[in-house]
């Protein structure tokens, strides 16, 4: 067999984190991401269709559909932000955008233009850079920094104008921004007033290029051409505040909003629909607003009804947390509305039924799909008897689902958080651990519920055996072993050093194999509770293990980014028999088919390896395997079902996805033998006796009501038959009385014919006499009219003899005029021929002169060409002997401008090193300068002294003489 290969079956749930996470392909199809995958999901039929994201993508952060809803842009985190186009018509990518000139490594939101043609993305921390995007050719059009570089204030929402594609506007907190696309370049336009800020948190184009946006405040604001023209608060403060704590409740609103957490109050998304006039608007816990749009700007908005999101109920608990709606979407035909919440669960609903209500009277939501996990899952198990897995997640709650029909089964809300589940190989029980206990529950046909609970706090792994008889569960670094039928503790499994993360049964339930974060793996006898065997690797801090066929080839994987196959057959010979390198990839989980053939691991960063093992386990070719983009987180656990045929991986994302296995070629696995699921179900003895004494109650209502109904009917029979004679009787009076006006009616009618024939006859007499009398009328006037038309006659014909005769005296001047001038010009004509004549003797012999000069010139020129050929060729023989004796003398110069250029040299580099000795001699003249300048004023200075002491002496030997002569006399 070769390496087995998997593709997605069906998803079970949603990424809320990701930007306008929900829209809609057409009527019936649901758009929303899941893992790594976006999900087209019908609504009507129940089923999924899938799209991968990028390889080199690391989660998607944003997603947006076009106004004609046939492209899909998906945003995902990578080393820079990559976005792809897909054909949602075809699921095919059109094209991927590569940011390359930005900081960020991720997209915050991304939008097409209403032709589709260009697409704007805004890039998150650190640069907040808003780029545009003619997409079909991959070039950028312009970009723009949205937000000071490193700031605090992040940008949430871009979006183009509808009416205008150079028209974008960009909201985030303290942030309102629009932007124009003018000559190539990106422009800010139309600046709001700071006083007029606020943390915008939606945003939505409305009619006429206004703008609607939504504060965290819960309050909606109408924006046209950069102005406030108004708002409304659909959240109102409490009216119990006092004026005097105004400013405690603004301090109160602005710790507040340094929470990371989401604000309750804020309004999440905006959506019109009715051509505008009405507008839907997510605020508060779970709740959209339904809005009238006013005749004025003062009543823009009037409140008209709430939908609120329904509270998720089991067993008569519901949850402590309550639902906030991240984004709404409307169908094609704005029939219906759509919402996700951060529960990562999608509702709908009809705005037809909404309108039938109650004014100002709230309707609920209904469940577009199933109901999801709205956590981390920490929990995951196959059961062996009936076509169905279980999964716990911390959102304390427990989902039991169909792996055939796709579908959820049962659903249970506990008050506190689940760490783990198992399934009994029956379908009848579970076990589930959580903070104080260890339950053990009844799977009942509309309930899961409680009949044994062990003293077992945070119970992290449990697991039944294959027959179902014992089950083991996790205490911190002991692995108790209980019998599910009298619940007694029959083992207590002690030797691993820290937690234990995982247990698995051998198939022949006489071995538990279990790993733990200490590097160690054992093997249990379960009756003694021994150690068979044990491989302790301390560096490795194992995840998950799972165990082959024969109940001694194990497979592990852990924290040294590899998968390890592990031989425990006894204390002496556990050894590790294939270390395969995962290279740098670190598996987090670990599952084998039950056939043995089949080896599947899990990675942290959401990837799913498909390896091929032998019949006996061992890995057949390590090394090799097939790698598959899952989850968008790491993946937590997964199984393989008893059938072999599906494979299921929870993760970190809230998301769970079922796998079909299949060969490589795409073919189906063939089963070894026929599985039949089980169909029985567990009910109370005090639910059956309630159950049937409602049955008995309800058939003798039925019986009592089928009674009521035969005497009701017979009455309303009786009834029906009096009015039936009555109605007859009545019937028939009246159709006699219309008889009767019939006939009377068709005597009136022969009368009025008689009388409009003779009317008739009148008229036409009278018709005729006129018609005579006007033929005369009009005879008259002809004969007169004719009288006119001859004497018109007559005058025209003597009319026509005068002009004719003008006529012909004017033709005959014009005749004789002809002749004068026709003379006049002939005799002018003569005497310029006469004069041509001339002109041409005169022209014939200047051309013989010409001829004459020109012949003798041209002799005159070729022999003087000859000379001056014959000089010139002499000149050149001269020439050419200069120039080769030249050649000569200009060779032996070359030689002496080498040896002389050489000599140049020699005697630059002679001079250089003398420059070099002068500026030493130099620097040593200059410091001898300075020692004769100092020793100069040093002479000086002993001159000045020696002066000084020759004139002390001169006036001590003075003052001795003075004293010599003083004593002398």
Avoid at 539 to 554: F, H, L, M, Q, W
Avoid at 860 to 870: M, Q
């Amino acid at each position: 067999m070769a390496i087995p290969n998997i593709s997605t079956k069906y998803i079970f749930g949603v990424k809320s984190a990701v930007v306008n996470n929900i829209a809609f392909h057409d009527e019936q199809t649901l758009l929303y991401p899941a893992g790594s995958y976006i999900i087209l999901y019908n609504v009507d039929q129940k089923q999924q269709r899938f799209i991968l994201g990028s390889e080199k993508g690391h989660g998607i952060t944003a997603q947006a559909v076009s106004a004609n809803r046939r492209l899909l842009a998906v945003a995902e985190k990578g080393e820079k932000p990559i976005i792809t186009i897909f054909d949602l018509n075809t699921l095919r990518k059109r094209k991927t955008l590569n940011c390359f000139e930005v900081q960020s490594q991720e997209c915050v939101s991304v939008a097409f233009s209403h032709d589709s043609k260009l697409l704007i993305t805004q890039c998150g921390h650190p640069d907040w850079t808003l780029v545009l995007w003619q997409w079909e050719k991959a070039r950028v059009l312009g970009t723009i920094k949205t937000s000071k570089p490193e700031s605090t204030t992040p940008v949430h929402h871009v979006s183009f104008n509808p009416a205008d594609n150079s028209h974008i506007a960009v909201v985030g907190d303290f942030i309102f921004k629009q932007y124009r696309f003018v000559d190539g370049h990106l422009k800010q336009v139309q600046q709001a007033k700071s006083s007029e800020l606020q943390n915008f948190t939606a945003m939505h184009w409305g009619q006429e290029e206004r703008i609607l946006l939504g504060t965290n405040t819960g309050k909606v604001m109408l924006f046209d051409e950069g102005e406030l023209k108004t708002d409304y608060q659909i959240i109102k403060p409490d009216k119990q505040l006092k004026k005097d704590d105004s400013k405690h409740l603004q301090t109160l609103m602005e710790s507040e909003q340094s929470i990371s957490q989401p604000d309750v109050s804020k309004v999440t998304s905006i959506v019109t629909y009715s051509k505008g006039t009405r507008i839907a608007c997510s605020c508060g816990q779970g709740t959209v607003h339904l809005f009238e749009r006013g005749t004025d700007i003062k009543t823009f908005f009037k409140k008209t009804k709430e939908i609120k999101v329904p509270e998720q109920t089991s067993g008569g608990e519901a949850t402590e947390d309550e639902e906030t709606i991240l984004c709404l979407a409307l169908s094609p035909s704005e029939e219906t509305l759509v919402a996700s919440t951060d529960h990562n669960q999608i509702y709908s609903i009809t705005l037809s039924s909404a309108d039938l209500g109650k004014e100002k009277e709230a309707v609920w939501f209904e469940m577009a799909s199933q109901l999801f996990h709205s956590n981390i899952i920490s929990g995951l198990d196959v059961c062996i008897r009936k076509p169905w897995f279980a999964t716990c997640s911390t959102d304390k709650a427990i989902h039991i689902w169909n792996f055939e029909t796709c579908s959820l089964e049962l659903y249970k809300q506990f008050p506190e958080e689940v760490y783990s589940v198992a399934f009994h190989p029956s379908g009848l029980y579970i076990l589930a651990g959580f903070t104080d206990k260890l339950r053990l529950m009844n799977l009942l046909i509309d309930d899961v519920r409680i009949f044994k609970e062990f003293t077992i706090r945070g119970c992290r792994e449990c697991r039944f055996s294959n027959g179902g008889h014992l089950f083991a569960a996790v205490h911190g670094n002991v692995i108790q072993v209980y019998s599910t039928v009298t619940y007694e503790n029959v083992a207590n499994l002690k030797g691993h050093n820290g937690k234990v993360k995982a247990v698995i049964w051998a198939p022949d339930d006489l071995r538990i194999i279990s790993c733990g974060w200490d590097g160690a793996v054992y093997s249990w006898d379960v009756s003694t509770g021994k150690r068979l065997g044990e491989c302790v690797l301390k560096s490795c801090s194992y995840n998950s293990i799972t165990v082959a066929p024969d109940g001694i080839t194990t497979f592990a994987v852990g924290s040294d980014q590899s998968i390890k196959e592990i031989a425990l057959k006894n204390a002496a010979e556990s050894q590790i028999t294939h270390d395969v390198d995962a290279r740098g990839t670190t598996l987090t989980a670990v599952a084998l088919s039950h056939s043995g053939r089949m080896l599947f691991a899990g990675s942290a960063q959401g990837t799913i390896r498909c390896m091929k093992s032998t019949t006996q386990g061992n890995l057949a070719v390590p090394g090799e395997w097939q790698e598959l983009q899952a989850h968008s987180s790491q993946i937590s656990r997964m199984a393989v079902t008893y059938d072999d045929q599906y494979l299921v991986t929870v993760s970190d994302d809230s998301c769970i996805i079922l796998w079909k296995i299949s060969e490589k070629e795409g073919r189906g696995l063939k089963r070894d033998k026929d599985i039949i699921y089980s169909e029985e179900i567990l009910i109370t003895k005090s639910d059956l006796e309630e159950k049937n004494a409602l049955m008995s109650e309800l058939k003798t209502r039925v019986d009592e009501l089928k009674m009521e109904n035969e005497y009701q009917l017979r009455l309303k029979d009786m009834n029906y038959n009096e009015k039936y004679k009555e109605m007859t009787d009545k019937f028939v009076q009246e159709m006699e009385a219309l008889k009767a006006r019939n006939k009377k009616l068709e005597l009136e009618k022969d009368r009025e014919e008689a009388r409009h024939g003779e009317e008739v006859v009148e008229t036409k007499q009278a018709h005729a006499a006129e018609l005579e009398k006007l033929e005369a009328t009009n005879n008259q006037k002809l004969m007169i009219e004719y009288e006119k038309y001859e004497e018109l006659q007559v005058r025209m014909q003597k009319m026509q003899e005068e002009y004719e005769a003008q006529l012909h005296e004017a033709e005959a001047s014009k005749e004789r005029a002809c002749e004068e001038l026709t003379e006049y010009y002939e005799t002018k004509l003569h005497e310029k021929s006469q004069q041509l004549e001339q002109v041409h003797e005169e022209s014939r012999q200047q051309n013989k002169e010409y001829e004459e000069t020109k012949r003798q010139i041209e002799e005159d020129a070729d022999s003087e060409i000859l000379d001056i050929k014959n000089k010139y060729e002499r000149k050149l023989r001269e020439e050419k002997e200069a120039n080769l004796r030249l050649k000569g003398e200009t060779g032996i110069m070359r030689k002496k401008f080498t040896s002389l250029q050489k000599e140049i040299d020699d005697h630059k580099a002679e001079i250089v090193k003398l420059q070099t000795d002068q500026g030493k001699l130099q620097s040593v003249i200059k410091s001898l300068e300075k020692d004769i300048v100092g020793l100069k004023r040093e002479i000086q200075e002993r001159d000045e002294t020696i002066q000084d002491k020759e004139k002390r002496i001169y006036d001590l030997k003075k003052k001795n003489q003075v004293k010599a002569n003083y004593f002398r006399f």
